[in-house]
Nanobody, 124 residues
Framework: QVQLVESGGGLVQTGDSLRLSCATSARTFSSVAMGWFRQAPGKEREFVAAISRSGSNTVYADSVEGRFTISRDNAKNMVYLQMNSLEPEDTAVYYC?????????????????WGRGTQVTVSS
């Protein structure tokens, strides 16, 4: 059973930065792609960013391109989401997810394992 635990969320102001972390118990962490998604109240879960097994390939949603950066440390079984220039529209619960593939995916259905999420609230 793969476990994912997110941390680093909080309440910040517009323009601030946050760094989310995701710890995973997956023994094959270095062999799988990872992704970050978010879900705002009353909305569907949406793709934020994803990273390939090696970290050489990253994909971002248009809404966060240039502001967010996904990275991973395979030695520590960790994946990160650096969020800069935060906006109230970024307010959501952020989820870490993994899939049994080396390539990233932008689809919710492409991921089989999910964390419980961490709340990010950006005040105006």
């Amino acid at each position: 059973q793969v476990q994912l635990v997110e941390s680093g969320g909080g309440l910040v102001q517009t323009g601030d930065s946050l760094r989310l972390s995701c710890a995973t118990s997956a023994r094959t962490f270095s062999s799988v792609a990872m992704g970050w998604f978010r879900q705002a109240p009353g909305k569907e879960r949406e793709f934020v960013a994803a990273i390939s097994r090696s970290g050489s390939n990253t994909v971002y949603a248009d809404s966060v391109e240039g502001r967010f950066t996904i990275s991973r440390d395979n030695a520590k079984n960790m994946v990160y989401l650096q969020m800069n220039s935060l906006e109230p529209e970024d307010t959501a619960v952020y989820y870490c997810a993994t899939r049994l593939s080396i390539a990233p995916s932008t689809q919710v259905a492409g991921y089989g394992y999910w964390g419980r999420g961490t709340q990010v609230t950006v005040s105006s």
